[in-house]
């Protein structure tokens, strides 16, 4: 996926960039509306993320002319402002949706993900690997001639494992991208993850390894 | 807030009273002139007449060989004729000695050659008008002075003067008649004005503060623009503080995020267990007090909106749809399901954002406590009464704190390990107060908790 964040705040934005790369996302950074027109009019993006209270405007402008001149391209906007302080609603303004700082990166990925299945309509985004076919945005894969629809982490796991094969994720870190932190999570929560989506995998050549004392792996059997 | 205004008097009654009492006045008046100058026209009238009628009488007096004659003409009495058959009194005087007539009559003394000389009197027991006039007359060896004196009752001069007096009376009734719808059509047209003004600021919506336009008499001009000034403030400190808790959100908001951000971005590249938890201790004291800074927000601006409640027409199951087409995402996340049942259409008159922020701080509950693979429901119904009812399959409420919750910054005990302020029920309680209606929370049988907002 390839992302614009446009927000003044050069920490914020870093750590927000890093954290999208680490997803595998295509991230572009415009710390103000002017860039943030530039990066539009020369780039195709999936999802904007879009912060408000800018150094050259507000950002509810950027989004009415983004609207005025009918792009199409899904909006978030990243707000301080609760819904309630907030007096010109930014979902009025055309916005897909909104996260108010700060916000947990599950949270927003949950967003940008539900925004964009909401968007892409038949354009979906399909990976065909090891005999699978997989489709994140809308949660289904095929293996075979049965698809199933999985459920949200079982999703974001094999996302994970897909999109850095032969990597080698622990348990810790495993449950570090799946459960927000105001989850009361047990040490055997990804182990139940692990073993669904194992199920699922069966028939085809993919196969979740544990390494025992390590983490987990998805190998290609051949 | 309705505020009982001091009153004292009335506009209209002070108005009309004034302009009705000058308006009697003015035709008592009025009757009192023309009757007074129609009375004294007819005596007048009446006074020329008997001049008339005593000289021609004077005219035939004559001294022949020293002896006085008077020979009453016809005329003199005939002019005298009137519709009312007024009796006629005459008396003739020769140097004051009595001579011939009705001795009632009395001359006039200490007259010498003069006109007529005019006195009303009473000759037995009538009103009389009566004149008298003497002439010197000279013979070859004396003079003599005669004086006569003539009287007319007044019956024609009573049936004139009242017929005066009557259309006198109508005309006065008539002047006031008009005088005073005259003065009601003036005061309503008056105080119409200050009406319409009323009118037009109490027809406006509680948050409409902006200033009045329509054009006003220039008397009121003044108020107006006190008026406007007021709203002008009020609006500005209105705004001066909705913007000030935005700006506070900001600027605590951003740099937590910052914060959170990279210690979540350092969580992933970290492998010493220690400093992932204090990695892990770090983003949920971020949470905490980012969320606890949110609700205080979001609790003062409900209690201000609380205040200033603007209620509008609003579908209830839309307005939660919305909310639950937003925390579906978040929902997902903990592998929770959302689902939404209760009836098609719910309409109601309320704050929308006031109830949608209640709803939401129902709904981050249930999912925060909810246990993973389990459903949150949400019910929207009208019957018996409306409500928003909110079901989950977490641990449900400790049954000897359940009267307790609602209070600020009081939490569960049983919620210890789950990040929040303390202040999502106040606010939801709050939201149920303002509208007049309440908050109920109970556990469910099997397990959880049901929250019910009652409108």
Redesign the interface.
């Known amino acids: 996926m390839k992302f614009l964040l446009v927000e003044d705040?050069p920490?914020?934005a870093n750590?927000?960039c890093?954290?999208m790369r680490?997803d595998g996302h295509v991230v572009d950074h415009a710390a103000n509306l002017d860039d943030a027109t530039g990066f539009v009019e020369t780039q195709d993006y999936d999802l904007i993320l879009l912060d408000i209270?800018l150094p050259d405007g507000d950002g509810r402008d950027f989004l009415k002319r983004h609207r005025a001149g009918n792009r199409d391209t899904p909006v978030i906007v990243l707000t301080?402002?609760?819904?309630?302080?907030?007096?010109i609603g930014s979902l009025d303004l055309g916005a897909d949706?909104y996260v108010?700082?700060?916000?947990?990166?599950?949270?927003l990925e949950?967003?940008c993900?539900?925004v964009l299945r909401r968007k892409s309509g038949n354009a979906r985004t399909r990976i065909e690997v090891g005999g699978i076919v997989f489709d994140p945005l809308a949660g289904h894969l095929t293996v075979g001639d049965q698809t199933v629809s999985l459920?949200?982490?079982e999703l974001r796991l094999l996302e994970l494992f897909i999109n850095a094969p032969g990597q080698v994720f622990?348990k810790?870190?495993l449950t570090?991208?799946l459960f927000?932190?105001?989850?009361?999570v047990s040490d055997n929560?990804i182990e139940v993850y692990v073993a669904r989506l194992r199920k699922h995998l069966e028939p085809s050549e993919l196969k979740i390894t544990t390494l025992r004392g390590l983490g987990y792996r998805l190998d290609h059997a051949t | 807030m309705p505020l009982e205004s001091n009153v004292s008097g009335s506009l209209r009654n002070r108005l009309v009273l004034t302009l009705i009492g000058g308006a009697a006045l003015l035709a008592f008046l009025l009757f009192v002139a023309v009757r007074n100058y129609a009375a004294q026209v007819a005596q007048q009238g009446q006074d020329n007449i008997l001049g008339a009628s005593v000289t021609s009488i004077l005219d035939t007096a004559a001294l022949r060989e020293g002896e006085l004659e008077v020979d009453i003409p016809y005329g003199a009495f005939a002019m005298l004729s009137t519709p009312a058959d007024d009796r006629v009194f005459y008396a003739i005087f020769q140097d004051g000695e009595f001579l011939s007539g009705y001795e009632d009559l009395s001359p006039l003394t200490g007259q010498r050659e003069s006109r007529w000389q005019f006195q009303s009197s009473t000759i037995r027991g009538e009103t009389i008008r009566q004149v008298s006039a003497s002439r010197t007359l000279v013979g070859l060896e004396n003079q003599t002075v005669i004086e006569i004196v003539l009287g007319q009752t007044q019956d024609a001069l009573a049936e004139t003067l009242d017929q005066i007096s009557r259309n006198a009376a109508v005309l006065g009734i008539g002047f006031f008649a008009l005088a005073a719808a005259l003065s009601f059509w003036a005061t309503s047209s008056t105080i119409g004005q200050l009406n319409r003004l009323t009118t037009s600021v109490t027809r406006r919506g509680p948050q409409d503060l902006s200033p009045f336009r329509k054009p006003v008499p220039r008397e009121m001009a003044p108020l107006v623009a006190s008026l406007n000034s007021l709203m002008g403030r009020l609006d500005q400190s209105l705004s001066q503080s909705e913007d000030f808790i935005a700006e506070a959100a900001h600027r605590v908001r951003t740099p937590l995020a910052t914060v959170r951000s990279y210690a979540d971005a350092t969580l992933q590249r970290v492998e010493k267990e220690e400093n992932r938890e204090a990695l892990r201790s770090m983003v949920r004291a971020i949470d905490e007090s980012s969320r606890a800074a949110g609700q205080l927000l979001d609790h003062a601006m409900i209690t201000f909106r609380a205040d200033h409640l603007e209620r509008e027409e609003i579908d209830l199951v839309a307005l939660i749809n919305d909310l639950v087409q937003r925390l579906t995402p978040i929902a997902e996340m903990k592998d929770l399901t959302l689902s939404l049942d209760g009836d098609p259409q719910v309409l109601y008159s309320g704050d929308p954002i006031l109830i949608q922020n209640a709803a939401r701080n129902m709904i981050d509950n249930a999912l925060k406590y909810a246990p993973p693979d389990s459903a949150v429901r949400i019910e929207v119904s009208s019957v018996p009464h409306i409500q928003i009812c909110v079901k989950d399959r977490g641990p449900g409420f400790p049954p000897n704190e359940i009267d307790t919750l609602t209070r600020r910054f009081e939490r569960g005990k049983n919620a210890s390990g789950t990040i929040g302020s303390g202040l999502g029920l106040t606010i939801v309680q709050d939201v149920a107060t303002a509208h007049g209606g309440t908050l109920e929370l109970a556990n469910r049988q099997g397990g959880g908790a049901c929250v019910t907002l009652s409108l």
Do not use: C
């Open positions: 705040n920490d914020l750590a927000i890093s954290r680490l209270m301080a402002r609760s819904q309630v302080s907030d007096r949706d108010t700082k700060p916000f947990d990166h599950a949270e949950a967003r993900r539900a459920r949200n982490r622990s810790q870190k570090d991208r927000s932190y105001d989850d009361m929560a």
